[in-house]
């Protein structure tokens, strides 16, 4: 047998042994920010557990590049005690041994022109002795504020372009960019050396098993697409919430806010996933294309009714499961005067012949009493009651929750007559729960989305256009709060401040307590 034909068949047989039909090329990931929180605590790991499933061919290879100087050894340890923290019961000597032997480290500016031929030259080699076939993945894990260097220095090197047979696809994490103008320019930036296939914007949200099971929900079940449209559903309401504060992130979060880490991505692809058409096909512009039809119906807000639509809050001091936190002008580097939103909540509407007249409550913070990401979709009342003889029977609106996280799952809440003799009415919960219906493991969403990268399927990642329609709506709301003054606080351990409350309650509503 050949080299290549050796190859192949071991490919296949570990396809195979791992139960999947597919499995991507060798290939060699250079991640751009190695040193980093982002790289130690998912990448590396999303990575082991791919090798651990048998999903990477024997040839994929890491390289890791950024100024701090570091052997390979000295690299692979690092991440290696990470990662033995992380799986501290499921790590496996020889799945790291094997996988460890393919991570390298380049020490380097990655806004200098040299930086790059060294790399071309070590890529080279690579291909040569490893056999990653010329295939690249160029993974910007470091601060926005040098994405547009690496895309230039990536197209200058001549490492955007892909010969035949062989790809070259370029990664970007989020935030993309901060505004509407500045996540133009990083599209123009990118797409002068990339073209649009070998983008791959990331918003980890799209590859939990539980956001993409929002479409599954939608559009293999018969019987909630008749119901799913204003005739029968009052309002929604989603939510991001997390008890955490911002940790070590203060000086990211500072410049971020609710609004740019959470709103402007996760929070909007979960409303577009909720509220979109069913596209043709689960195919990547068919998906998307239909995301980007909702994001163009969101109503615009104009900036005299931001107050009136959207608020902020930021968290001081409070308690977080029976222990007392600091408030968010006490984190590290984060200024005593901050003005910045760890909460936001927005009453959204979808302009279009479905959503017409329903109001899309959103919300997001840190700090809140617990974390969970759940969609609530409540349905109308029924239009006539025939228990009421006895006053109230106790009938409420039917909400549907779609819970992503955690204790993920479905759950419906249904009108149940009460054991007895009287015809009264109570509520209970028809419960799903994904940890008991399936037996097969849901993969970590960095682990799915970087074998997708790998297998060349955009489908799960963010389209140009979208990108930039979601900023498109936020604008007024930052352009609003970028001149206030003053920030209303809530209690660590609440859900924001009142001013949220009162948003639902203007409209007789309230917000669920997930
Ligand atoms: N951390 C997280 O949970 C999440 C992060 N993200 C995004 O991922 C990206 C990375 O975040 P995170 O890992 O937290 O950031 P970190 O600040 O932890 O890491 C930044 C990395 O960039 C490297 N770096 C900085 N300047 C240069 C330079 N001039 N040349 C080469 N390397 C450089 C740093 O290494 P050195 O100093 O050695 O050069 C470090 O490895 C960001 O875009 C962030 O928004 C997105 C979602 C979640
Ligand atoms: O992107 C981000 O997401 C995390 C929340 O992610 P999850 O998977 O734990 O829900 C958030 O804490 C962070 O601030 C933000 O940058």
Redesign the pocket.
């Known amino acids: 047998m050949t080299d290549v034909e050796t190859r192949e068949a071991l490919k296949n047989a570990l396809a195979e042994d791992s139960g999947v039909s597919e499995s991507p090329d060798p290939a060699v990931m250079v991640i751009?920010?190695?040193?980093?929180?982002?790289?130690?605590?998912?990448l590396i790991p999303a990575l082991y557990d791919l090798v651990s499933a048998r999903r990477l061919p024997m040839e994929f290879a890491v390289v890791?590049?950024?100024?701090?100087g570091m052997s390979h050894e000295e690299f692979r340890e690092k991440l290696r005690a990470a990662l033995e923290e992380q799986r501290a019961d499921t790590f496996s000597e020889p799945v790291w041994e094997t996988f460890s032997k393919g991570i390298f480290y380049m020490?380097?500016?990655?806004?200098?022109p040299e930086?790059y031929r060294k790399l071309g030259d070590f890529l080279g080699r690579l291909d040569r002795e490893r056999g990653t076939g010329g295939n690249r993945v160029f993974y910007?894990?470091?601060?926005?504020s040098?994405?547009p260097?690496i895309v230039d220095r990536l197209g200058e090197s001549g490492m955007s372009e892909e010969s035949e047979g062989s790809y070259s696809r370029i990664v970007i994490?989020?935030?993309f960019g901060r505004d509407l103008e500045s996540a133009r320019e990083l599209n123009e930036e990118i797409q002068s050396g990339f073209r649009e296939e070998q983008i791959y914007r990331?918003d980890?949200y799209l590859g939990k098993e539980t956001v993409q099971n929002i479409l599954a929900l939608r559009f293999s079940n018969g019987i909630f697409e008749p119901l799913w449209n204003q005739n029968y559903i009052d309002h929604v309401q989603i939510t991001v919430a997390e008890d955490i504060g911002v940790g070590t992130?203060g000086s990211?979060y500072e410049e971020?806010g609710a609004l740019r880490d959470i709103v402007q991505n996760h929070l909007m692809q979960v409303l577009c996933l909720t509220a979109m058409e069913p596209p043709v096909n689960f195919d990547a512009d068919s998906v998307r294309d239909e995301k980007v039809k909702v994001l163009k119906a969101v109503r615009p807000i104009p900036e005299d009714e931001v107050d009136r639509l959207a608020v902020r809050g930021q968290y001081a001091s409070g308690w977080i499961w029976g222990d007392r936190v600091r408030g968010y002008r006490e984190e590290e580097d984060v200024a005593d005067d901050s003005l910045t939103e760890t909460f936001v909540a927005m009453k959204l509407f979808v302009d279009n012949w479905r959503w017409a007249g329903v109001p899309f409550y959103v919300r997001a913070g840190k700090r809140l009493p617990k974390k969970a990401t759940e969609i609530a979709i409540r349905f109308k009342p029924t239009p006539h009651t025939p228990f009421a003889h006895a006053g109230d029977d106790g009938t409420e609106p039917n909400v549907l929750v779609i819970r992503i996280q955690p204790e993920e799952g479905v759950s419906l809440k249904l009108g149940a007559k009460v054991p007895g003799s009287k015809m009264e009415i109570g509520s209970v919960n028809m419960d799903l729960l994904y940890g008991s219906a399936f037996i097969e493991e849901a993969p970590e969403a960095y682990g799915r989305l970087l074998l997708d990268l790998m297998l060349g399927d955009p489908t799960l990642f963010i389209r140009a256009d979208e990108a930039e329609g979601s900023w498109k709506i936020l604008a007024p709301v930052m352009e609003t709060w970028s001149r206030k003054r003053k920030i209303p606080l809530y209690p660590a351990g609440e859900w924001g401040p009142e001013e949220a409350q009162k948003l639902m309650a203007d409209d007789g509503r309230e917000w669920r307590r997930p």
């Open positions: 751009f920010g190695a040193s980093g929180d982002l790289t130690r605590r998912k890791g590049i950024s100024r701090t020490a380097g500016d990655s806004t200098e930086t910007l894990s470091s601060s926005p040098l994405f260097a994490e989020k935030p990331i980890h992130r990211f971020a």
